[in-house]
């Protein structure tokens, strides 16, 4: 309801005023009427004229009644604070008498159905004493007005931040081989993994993961050592003769030289020229080989029939008969064995 104060308004009439005007009005008509009599005017006549000017008067009342309430209303300013039920000061001159509803999802796990006149979406969180925390975000600005059908959802978002080493792992590299049997594999290079630390972000929208980035320090990376596999393929040995030998691998041994006096061999056979003292565990007894070398030439196909105390890994004794010059001038000297297929 509005509130009017006429008292208040200064374009209000004089009552006491109009009613002189009036009585000044009449008695002019009086005077009037009176010479009419003394130059002989009909009844009649005057009738008519007393009528017309009543008329005349009713009207000009009315008129004076619009003007003046127009002219007191163009003065009036409706009282919204006192008049009307409270709401927002935004919204206060769009007021309507009805609420508005609104679903509020609190978390994504409860969602609660609210009745409210129309506020902003900050004085409806206030007004239902709900606080938030410094992680918890709106999908809707607090500055923004409420409406019917809203569905306003407040979320935690939280991010947790740690370090990890990550490994890197090794390649395996394959490559063939005449040092190793044929048709054999063995790992010459053992492989080792690398590693790396990663710095990971990871981020939670009510408590579910939604999100993550890493980051690598590339100042701590450890590179990987690769893990090279070795195939035999054989191969093929031609001598200084033109004679070829086919053979599965072969090895560089240091090899030295026995004579007189060695007697019978491991295997059991007596000791002669042909024979080599080898590891069993590298040259199995019986095994057929080329001996030759780059300093002391070809030395024909020998057979691993002895062994020895100091016979240990790649070393071999070669026997060469009683001659004391050419077991001296033989010494120590590295050899290439092929293992013959």
Known sequence: MYSQHYSENPVRTNPQKNSQTKTKLISKLSSLFKADDQKGLSHSFKSVLVTMLSIVMFVGCIMGAFTIDERVNAGFKPDFQNNQRSYSSR???????????VTLSLYGK?????????????????NNSIELDTDDVINYSEEDDIFNGMRLCIDKLTQVT???????????????????????????????????????TEYYKNGELINSESVTDASSTVAPVD???ETGIGGVYTDSNGISYEYSYYMDVTATAYGTGSGITASGKAVDFGMIAVDPSVIPLGTKVYLTGSSYGDMGVHSAEDTGSGIKGNRIDVFLGDDYDTLMQFGRRTMRIYILA
């Open 91 to 101: 919204n206060a001159l769009f007021n309507t008498d009805g609420d508005v509803k």
């Open 110 to 126: 409860e969602e609660i159905e609210i009745s409210s006149p129309v506020v902003t979406v900050g004085e409806l969180i206030e």
């Open 162 to 200: 740690y370090t990890q080493k990550i490994e890197i792992p090794y390649s395996t590299l394959s490559r063939n081989s005449q040092t190793v049997p044929k048709g054999a594999t063995r790992v010459t290079t053992k492989g080792i993994n690398g590693s790396v630390t990663e710095t990971v």
């Open 227 to 229: 893990e090279i596999v």
